[in-house]
């Protein structure tokens, strides 16, 4: 089975509704762990693509003052 890559905005969505559920105490003792681990994964693919976005950007305006 192939595995879905997700967008910035849907890893954003997606801590958003974790936090909130969190903050409304939504999750028992047991969920709550195996929430936050999946919100640090979300976490770390934000960071990796906007440093990616961030590299390309770099290059382009590099490569315009060329």
Same mark, same amino acid.
């Given at each position: ?21 969190? +903050? *409304?105490? %939504?999750?028992?003792?047991? !969920?709550?762990? @195996? ?19 961030? +590299? *390309?950007? %770099?290059?382009?305006?590099? !490569?315009?003052? @060329?």
């Amino acid at each position: 089975m192939a595995i879905r890559k997700i967008t910035y905005n849907e890893a954003v969505t997606e801590i958003e509704e974790i936090l909130n559920k969190i +903050e *409304q105490e %939504e999750f028992d003792v047991d !969920e709550l762990a @195996e929430k936050v681990k999946r919100v640090s994964t979300l976490l770390k693919i934000c960071k990796d693509k906007l440093m990616k976005t961030n +590299e *390309q950007v %770099e290059q382009i305006l590099k !490569e315009m003052d @060329e």
